[in-house]
């Protein structure tokens, strides 16, 4: 998230703001960690996720897939060991998976509304629905992280800006739509794995977030709800 601006000037104060960066937060490092020789905690969940025998013992060919995993999306360190982090992505994607084509199952985001972008922080998805019919989505987003939250409530679209650039961070957030304060909706070049997550913006894909240009307008609702996992 950055500081708003519109013809030159300040239109909003901008508070907990995202840097769609490539942090040493969750940034994966230039070259190859070693690997480690020592079974993690969640050694057997690791496993099966990934396809290899269930044994609960470390082997190279476990190591090594498990750090491509943990490469993939800038989890550190990245050396190959099945610990909380990387489980607890693993175990996010698998409840993600199993939400399917019915993202609002509970009815928590408001179906009277009309179109309106659902963020269900919880499970880091967000789709888009035209009352209790589904328009867009879900897809997995990246939330803010401990002590950036992105705030929950009904909120608006109120600024757009596809070319919008961070003046605090110095970074572009392409495809921005501002819903509440400095947060907005915008990609970035990050996994949406890739924890701890923003600095209160909800991050998308480039392909994402253009659909969500597309579909989205001035005015149109926003719905946020849940709690991120670790926050």
Known sequence: MG???????VVLGVTGLVAPLTLALGAAPAQAASCSTQAGPYQKQVEKFLGRP??????TADCKAIQAF?????ITPNIGYAGPVTWGVMDLMNKQKAVGNNPNRSGACPTNKGR???VNLTLQLSWIQDGSRLVYGPVPVRTGRNGYETRTGLKKIYWRDIDHVSTIYNVPMPYSQFFDGGQAFHSVGLSMWNPPGSHGCVNMTSTTAKKYWSLLKNGDDVFVYGRKPGT
Request: with cysteine; proline share 0%.
């Open 3 to 9: 500081d708003i601006r519109r013809r030159g000037a």
């Open 54 to 59: 269930v044994d609960g013992r470390q082997s």
């Open 70 to 74: 943990q490469n993939k999306h800038g």
């Open 116 to 118: 309106i972008a659902c």
